[in-house]
């Protein structure tokens, strides 16, 4: 792997987050969107985590220029049935450019170790069966565990992106 450095996402960072998510075609309905009406909802959110570190965090890989290569989030949730938090990691995307480099590794590991310093029980992510990420094991080669007894539900407020 080429030399990859994460840290905090910074406001300036939205437009190259926004264009990993253009690039790698996630959804139909957010590319029709102008770049800025795209970034503008991830300033939004870097902003509200900047606000409430112990809530949430998100992560860019940067390149040995400073590019942004690939981002994660993660929401730290109190989960009163377990007595401790829940890392909820909602988000981990590589640009293609960057893709087989090992970025996404190197990003959740930065989040599993951040888990291990807040001392969480756990981590969660939900990973769709049909994606690529799922079909290579990325998530049980890194030794999560696949819950074969929960289902995940969702309820919409607004109409979905994919």
Known sequence: MKKVMARKAAVDDA????????EI????????????EMSSPIRDLILQA??????????????????????????????VMLGSFEGYVSD????PSASGMGVG???????????????????MVTNG????????????????????KVANFTYYYKEPWS
């Open 15 to 22: 437009e190259a987050m926004a264009l990993i998510l253009r």
């Open 25 to 36: 075609g996630w959804s139909e309905k957010r590319n029709s969107l102008t770049l800025e």
């Open 50 to 79: 900047g606000a409430y570190p112990q809530c949430h965090t998100i992560y860019v890989a940067c390149d040995q220029g400073g590019g942004v290569i690939g981002f994660t989030s993660v929401h730290w949730v109190p989960f």
């Open 92 to 95: 981990l995307f590589v640009s």
């Open 105 to 123: 590794s190197y990003l959740i590991d930065v989040v599993m170790e951040e888990g291990r310093k807040r001392d969480v029980y756990r981590l």
């Open 129 to 148: 069966r049909d994606k690529p990420s799922y079909l290579r094991g990325f998530y049980r080669k890194k030794g999560w565990t696949e819950r074969p």
